[in-house]
């Protein structure tokens, strides 16, 4: 069983920067692919960036250059830094991992319990 923990979450004001972590328990964490994903109120849950276990990252076009995706296997963590924060990237932040890094960013096998991020204007 993979066990995920985010942490990182809160409220920032806009332009502001977050980071968020997943630490992740129970597999081989190296060879699985990552991802985060998140859901704002109303909203349906949505992709936002993944992370191969070769380091290939992926991203939806509204965070291209503006959220970092990373990873430390020694660590068994994943990180997305997230800057110059808009009102709009309010939502509950998802951790999620599955072997495949076409199926993590898609419907991944594994999820966390979220944490909340907050961006006032």
């Known amino acids: 069983q993979v066990q995920l923990v985010e942490s990182g979450g809160g409220l920032v004001q806009a332009g502001g920067s977050l980071r968020l972590s997943c630490v992740a328990s129970?597999?081989?964490?190296?060879?699985?692919?990552m991802g985060w994903f998140r859901q704002a109120p109303g909203k349906e849950r949505e992709f936002v960036a993944a992370?191969?276990?070769?380091?290939?990252?992926y991203y939806s076009d509204s965070v291209k250059g503006r959220f970092t995706i990373s990873r430390d296997n020694a660590k068994n963590t994943m990180y997305m830094q997230m800057n110059s924060l808009k009102p709009e990237d309010t939502a509950v932040y998802y951790c999620a991992t599955d072997p495949s890094s076409l199926k993590v960013r898609r419907v991944p096998d594994y999820w966390g319990q979220g944490t909340q991020v907050t961006v006032s204007s």
């Open positions: 992370i191969s276990w070769t380091y290939t990252t």
């Open positions: 129970g597999r081989t964490f190296s060879r699985y692919a």
